[in-house]
């Protein structure tokens, strides 16, 4: 799921965000290369800066769109499918659909968002029945019952990375790490409007700017509401969401499954984490028969629910009250649609100008109705060719990970036994689910923006709910099939390819094998190491959190991962800001062996000869070059920093830089010691 407010911080998938995008060509290829020979800057030396080598003329030349924070081969490619996905929207509401099917309720929900004249006669008319309620809170039980009803299961740590959410708390309905052939609720902290704790926390004139940002546009968004005395229920709601902040784990440990599988029985609610009407809470989340909850920050659970009480139920409904119009601005008329942008997208991430109506439709309408929209985009562009050309490197990749296992000298037989036991029963989905999923009895109005959001939210979250305690399905996506993204599902011990990434420039039946297994084989080889990463570790061939590993084996694995998050941490894309190596470590690990496997897949394709020169570019120049080239990306420094801070991956650019730790790179690019990326045999990490 992928929404407007939300602040993603996404780790198992592929790429920091695939929001939607605005016009811009795609990039020129010579499919005699396959590789963007014009992007290129070749006076610059490869061992040098071997991002500037592929991408430097592309770099130059390329401008970010107003309605973006960044841009680069992956944005490209989703403009493109965005408007493939309109067309098929519009499309769906010609020829009179029958009332309820799914076109029905695609065309009536994207007609209802288009309707900016039905929306802004509307004005503040659909928000007056939940303020009301928020209105009517008298005591700590009625507060805790609304904070209750605004549980949405829309967290998810290892999946589908959304780790937080600005309701108070986030649920996540996913397999019990210590039973999983049963879903289980996981709670999780939430209540920040800001992306991390970070932003409230740390004292620096950066964040003491966006903090003054950020009250001013409570300020702002209370006015436009009419609330009255806008400016100091501003200054208590930015104090008390600091004080939210002051008990939240940081994201390096919510990151962290090992610290996160902590069961609570139903009474450790009240007695470890006392404050809240915990009975109150269950009842309006749809949670009261659960007799176990997986804490997992039960500090931060403790502090949140402390803070309830110790924090005046008036200041709370000032909190509650911004916290529900800022949510739901997108709906609301304009003014409310360009305050929210002015400080969420300005601000928070640099974007100078609002998307087109038309592409934030596009988005909504993925977000309520993902695989009702899937699907029609599966059956047009996603053929069967394409599906058994895919299939067919996963196996070749798969089988290249399994000799690589197979040859690591340091792995005790056992956990190369335990190794192969996961990869043997890795289910990996390619283009689009087996099983869609059903939208029947979920209401969608023709002219009800706001309530058509909230009911499609409220639908998918009380499907998850309802699968609390039932047996899991391993045949699940958690992406859409129109999303150019790709991940993997730890505990489920599966992969998703949706059908849009499986499109130019990462997959092409015209392009030689060498562009196509640096392209989608790292992907491919990406998303299946991360069952082996220092994540993946921790979870066995049935997804139980167990540890397979010798004691020596994990050391070894720990060390190298030690050895990696030290080559990234020494990264500055500014003078006061280092990557994160410990943050990233999991995305960097899948990297590293996700290139290492396609590399040996590649030459395996060739059957032991080399590749053919094209362009005057050998085989093994194409794939490391076309590698680097799928990586192209820039940035506006204010979500470059942002994605430094809170997000699990490591921005494009740096990922390029997973050649260095290949020996075949330096053989084919002629690296030596003295240059800027050279790094000695015995400095390259290999995980796998
Ligand atoms: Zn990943």
Known sequence: MVIFWRRLMKRHILFASALLLSACAAPPVTYETGI???????????????????????????????????????????????????????????GSPKPGSEAALIADFYKAYMDEAGIEAKGLEPLKPVLATIDAIKDKKSLSSYFGSTLRAECDVMNNTQLTTDSLFCLW?????????????????????????????????????????????????????????????????????????????????????AKGNTHWSRADLDTRAPGIDWAAFLDAAKLSGQSTFVAWQPAAIAGESATVAATPIATWKEYLTFHYIDRNANQLSRAFVDER???????????????????????????????????????????????????????????????????????????????????????????????????????????????????????????????????????????????VNAVNLPILNALNFPAAEMQPPHFDARAPAAVNYAAIGAIIGHEISHSFDNNGALFDSTGRMRNWWTTEDFAHFTASGDALAKQYDAYKPFPDLSLNGKLTLSENIADVAGLAAAYDAYRASLGGKEGPTVGGFTGDQQFFISFAQTWRYKAREAAMRRQVLTNGHAPAPYRALTVRNLDAWYAAFDVKPGQALYLAPAERVKVW
């Open 173 to 257: 309905v996913a397999a019990d790490f210590d039973k999983p052939d049963t879903y289980a609720p996981f709670l999780m902290q939430g209540g920040l409007s800001l992306p991390d704790r970070d932003y409230y926390l740390v004292d620096s004139g950066r964040m003491a700017g966006v903090r003054d940002a950020f009250k001013l546009h409570i300020e702002k968004v209370l006015t436009l509401a009419g609330v009255a005395d806008a400016k100091p229920k501003a200054q208590r709601i930015l104090d008390l969401e600091t004080k939210i902040a002051g008990v939240h784990a940081s994201v390096d440990d919510t990151s962290d499954p």
């Open 341 to 483: 942008f002015d400080f969420y997208g300005k601000t928070l991430s640099g974007t100078p100008q609002l998307q087109e109506r038309w592409k934030r439709g596009v988005a909504a309408t993925n977000a309520a109705l993902g695989e009702a929209v899937g699907h029609l985009y599966a059956d047009k562009y996603f053929p069967p060719a394409s599906k058994a050309a895919v299939q067919e490197m996963v196996t070749n990749i798969t089988a290249a990970f399994e000799k690589r296992v197979d040859a690591l000298g340091w792995m005790d037989p056992a956990t190369k036994k335990e190794a192969k036991a996961k990869l043997a029963v890795l289910k990996v989905g390619i283009g689009y689910p087996d099983k869609w999923k059903s939208y029947e009895g979920l209401e969608i109005a023709p002219d009800d923006a706001f309530g058509n959001i909230e009911r499609a939210a409220m639908s998918i979250s009380d499907q998850k709910i309802a699968r609390l305690g039932q047996p899991v399905d391993r045949g699940e996506w958690v992406m859409n099939p129109q999303l």
């Open 36 to 94: 963007d020979t014009a992007g290129m800057d070749m006076t610059v030396k490869p061992g040098d800066d071997f991002f500037a080598y592929a991408n430097g003329a592309w770099d130059k030349s390329a401008e970010i769109p107003a309605d973006r924070s960044s841009w680069g081969g992956n944005a490209i490619l989703a403009e493109q499918v965005d408007k493939d996905v309109a067309a098929l929207i519009e499309g769906a509401g010609k």
